[in-house]
């Protein structure tokens, strides 16, 4: 099916191109800040790292990567039975839940003062975190956005990811050389991040709707459009197989993307909780010049991943793209330990960074081309799960190698090698991956 077979709306009975802009001011627009401030929280704490070291002498590399990866032990517990929950609820109310919740564990992070707590409020923040993408992935864009527009809707939505870390980098240099309420540094850098979230679940549980029919800015004509086109993507999934949960937790493809996603997963998180210290190593720069150069990279990736998100709608065209970003990410890895200056050294981490997030919009419109309703969301949340073992494998990994060889190198190569991977497992999912949606 492509995308001239999908009809657009009788002329005269919706304005299209109205419509569309209403759907990015009231739903992308506000899971875009959602995600920015989860990102935030979740990872301050490699940005905190550059100078934790002074109050916690405890915190060693392996320590630090164990803290940062063990969030993922706690998003993966609940992932999957959190998404299967917000399938059967009000998806707008369990993402205002979640969001007050891992505001609340970011704020307690400001009282951490042996590694145990340390471990216990990661692993709380991932246990509060879990569900938000699958759920927005599967139940939330598929809800508002016909197939042949979600490939864009979430590739600008998860523009958000590097929009956090362009302003995240400044944000956490100013942060680290304030004062707030008698908290120095890294603690005011923890309990200013964490207030967004608290304050914006109250205006997220009452502005956001999860239905189109369920809004009073989409007017009739518009909701039965929407209505009738999901009705008809749903009506062409049945017809060729229809999924329950646990066929789809089981189905060969869901497995594949899974591992797929592990292995992206590691490079991902090793270099994103890393990036400051690596940065910092290679440089001899001081942290708040670290943070304030990271806008540099994430700048790079966000303007790849905008790219790829339209290039694929327009190109009809999913696993090339993801794989290229893929491979362009291993050669970023392999170089970054043998950069010659620090200039060139934020040159090959702007190479990582494409290669890490670049593609991530466009992946994630894969499931649901053979996948919906409670069925997608279980599978997504296996899939994130699995992904984010791999961001415990990361973290943790770079951590330990660091700890004993006082280098970055090896961990480095070992994430390269993963995304080299992951980039060859894409080209070998089915070409009905990347049509159906379209």
């Known amino acids: 099916m492509n995308s001239s077979s999908v009809p657009e709306p009788q002329s005269g009975a919706i304005d299209f191109k109205d419509f569309t802009r209403r759907r990015m001011l009231h739903v992308i627009l506000p899971l875009f800040i959602v995600s920015i401030i989860a990102f935030l929280d979740r990872v301050n704490i490699a940005y905190a790292g550059l100078t934790m070291k002074e109050n916690l002498p405890w915190l060693t590399p392996e320590i630090f990567g164990m803290g940062a990866g063990i969030f993922f032990i706690g998003y993966v517990l609940f992932e999957v039975p959190a998404s299967l929950l917000a399938s059967r609820f009000n998806a707008m109310h369990w993402v205002a839940r979640i969001m007050f919740s891992w505001g609340i564990v970011c704020v307690l992070m400001t009282t951490m003062t042996t590694e145990w707590e340390f471990f216990l409020y990661r692993f709380l923040l991932g246990l509060c975190e879990a569900s938000l993408y699958p759920v927005i992935y599967s139940l939330l864009i598929p809800n508002w956005f016909l197939p042949r527009e979600r490939a864009k809707a979430i590739s600008l939505m998860l523009t958000s990811l590097l929009f956090s870390n362009i302003i995240g980098g400044p944000l956490a240099g100013v942060l680290l050389d304030t004062t707030f309420f008698g908290l120095h ?139 290229t970003t893929l491979f362009v990410g291993t050669i970023g890895f392999i170089a970054t330990p043998h950069s010659p200056s620090p200039e060139i050294s934020l040159l090959f981490i702007c190479l990582t960074a494409v290669g890490v997030y670049g593609g991530m919009g466009v992946w994630w419109t894969m499931p649901t081309t053979f996948l919906s309703g409670a069925a997608a969301a279980g599978a997504m949340g296996l899939i994130n799960s699995s992904g984010n073992m791999g961001g415990w494998v990361g973290p943790y990994m770079l951590g330990f190698i660091n700890g004993h060889t006082g280098s970055f190198t090896y961990g480095y190569y070992v994430m390269g090698a993963c995304m080299f991977l992951a980039g060859l497992l894409i080209l070998t999912l089915p070409k009905s991956m990347e049509h159906k949606e379209d």
């Not at 806008?295 to 709608?313: D, N």
Request: glycine share 4%; charged share 25%.
């Open 185 to 323: 540094g890294w603690r005011t850098l923890f309990i200013v991040e964490a207030l967004p979230a608290v304050i914006f679940a109250f205006i997220f549980a009452f502005w956001m709707k999860e239905k189109p029919e369920e809004a009073a800015w989409v007017t009739d004509a518009e909701k039965e459009y929407i209505k009738e086109e999901l009705a008809k993507e749903e009506a062409e999934k049945q017809s060729v197989k229809k999924y329950t949960i646990w066929q789809a937790l089981k189905d060969p493809k869901v497995l594949r993307l899974a591992l797929i996603y592990f292995l992206w997963v590691i490079g991902f998180w090793g270099f994103s909780f890393w990036m400051p210290q690596v940065l910092k190593s290679l440089s001899g720069w001081p942290p708040s010049v670290v943070a304030w150069s990271i806008a540099i990279p994430m700048s790079a990736a966000l303007l790849v991943q905008v790219f790829c998100g339209y290039s694929s709608e327009k190109r009809n065209e999913k696993r090339w793209h993801v794989a």
